[in-house]
């Protein structure tokens, strides 16, 4: 997956996409559990309504008629028949049963749609009773009411005879469904809307986001000044006051950084600047005192020679001192000219007398660039020198050229590669991250004699200075190599 698709992806799924969504459901569900409970009650009113209406109208139909035993089937067809007449709030089919004889006011004497469970209601309960059933995909509410007869006067007894009305609740059912359509035509509109809102608090709530991240961009380019307007009193407020008191701080911490970097800079820019006028003395003692060590005895000798030789260590100090300090101040400068790149390595090594047997080169004719001369003497002479002193002879110098293809950093771009190998034990890996650290000792016991401790710190500037990048590694079979990429640019190129 690239870069741009996951970066689409997370702005589809970014904190608006979440905060709409997230108040689309609280809304939906809101909406939903509302137009559940209204669709309930609304639905349990309308049928409580028709059954109540409906058991009542019976049980009272039933109570007025008295049954006066033997009964025969035609007169009790008429009283069912009467009593299906004056149905409430819907017109009844009224079935009688009684023993084996069964009628109804319809055309059918039985009906399909009287359980078992309502006639067993029926017979254990004198008050009658009731239940909703659905035939067919149609409501029907089915009650059963118990009779009695005169035994005289004053008295009734059960005659055995239970009656039984079947009322269609269509009507019912009917208004029960347009009350759920209604519900649901009225949701998407609701959500439709609650939309709006849930727009509106999204942008507030982003709003304060995105000056968040803008302030953290406009710091990460350098401006570490930027400050967030503060409004209300709100935890978002208290992230922009936050973000101010630690980029206040920031500000602080890194000022003074930059002075006290600047103080150092400069103390050793004046210390090395001061140095140089007694070392330059103490060079030209050194340099009489050599000449005539061999007159003197022996120990004087080597303590001539030994302060020869560290007053020489003390001068190359002092002028890497300066040449860093150069770089950290950006005074450093490319005075660059079209070179013989393999005629420049072979001057760099005769000029420090680096012979045939302790440094080979592999260094082809006819390649040319455009370096600074003496940046890159510089360059080779430190990677050379440092492969001798902590590596091994011999050294090997190889050069050749190029061409970076389209999924390289710069697509179609010529580069000089200079790598410089040595024969020792190779760079332990815990080094290799630090090998271009200031002042960095692979091996605590090693003391300064060795060098400066700043040659690949000043290689790296110098490389950079080119435009190039310069990286450490090992080479399989062992041994240490330097591998400097600089980009080939040429007179002829850029014409």
Known sequence: ?????????????????????????????????????TYR????????????????????????????????????????????????PHPWVVFAEYGSIRASSGENPVSTVITPELRRAARANPHGSFER?????????????????????????????????????????????????????????????????????????????????????????????????????????????????STGQLERSVRELREAEERA?????????????????????????????????ADTARAVRLISAETGKLAVLVEDLMEISRFDARAAELNADEVDVAEAIRKTLQNRHWTDDRVRVELPDGIRARLDPRRFDVVIANLVGNALRHGGAPVT??????????????????????????????????????????????????????????????TLENVKLHGGTIRAGNLPGGGAVFTVEIPLHTEEADG
């Open 1 to 37: 997956m690239t870069s741009g698709e996951q970066r689409s992806r997370v702005r589809v799924f970014g904190l608006r996409a979440r905060l709409l969504l997230a108040f689309l459901v609280v809304a939906a569900i809101s909406a939903g559990t509302t137009a559940a409970l």
């Open 41 to 88: 009650e609304a639905r349990s009113a309308l049928l409580q309504t028709a059954q109540d209406t409906a058991v009542t109208s019976f049980r009272d139909r039933v109570q007025q008629t008295g049954f006066s035993l033997p009964l025969p089937r035609e007169d009790l067809e008429g009283v069912l028949r009467d009593i299906a007449r004056m149905g409430k």
């Open 133 to 245: 059933v659905v035939k067919d995909g149609v409501p029907y509410l089915t009650i059963a009411m118990p009779t009695v007869f005169k035994a005289g006067p004053d008295s009734v007894l059960p005659s055995g005879i239970v009656l039984y009305a079947v009322m269609r609740m269509t009507d019912e059912q009917l208004n029960v469904d347009a009350l759920l359509m209604a519900g649901r035509d009225g949701a998407l509109p609701g959500l439709a809307v609650a939309l709006i809102p849930g727009l509106i608090a999204a942008r507030s709530v982003l709003r304060p986001v995105r000056k968040l991240r803008q302030a953290a961009l406009s710091m990460g380019s350098g401006r570490l000044d930027t400050r967030i307007p503060v409004r209300g009193s709100d935890e978002l407020a208290d992230l922009a006051r936050t973000f101010n008191e």
């Open 265 to 297: 800079r400069r103390f050793a820019s004046d210390v090395s600047h001061e140095l140089r006028t007694p070392l330059a003395g103490m060079l030209a003692v050194t340099e009489v005192l050599d000449e005539d060590a061999d007159g003197l005895d």
């Open 397 to 458: 110098v190889s050069l050749h050229t190029e061409h970076l293809g389209a999924e390289a950093h710069s697509p179609g771009t010529a580069v000089l590669i200079t790598e410089v190998a040595d024969s020792g034990p190779g760079i332990q890996p815990a080094v290799l991250p630090h090998i271009f650290d200031r002042f960095y000792k692979a091996d605590a016991a090693r003391t300064r004699s060795a060098g400066s401790g700043l040659g690949l710190a000043i």
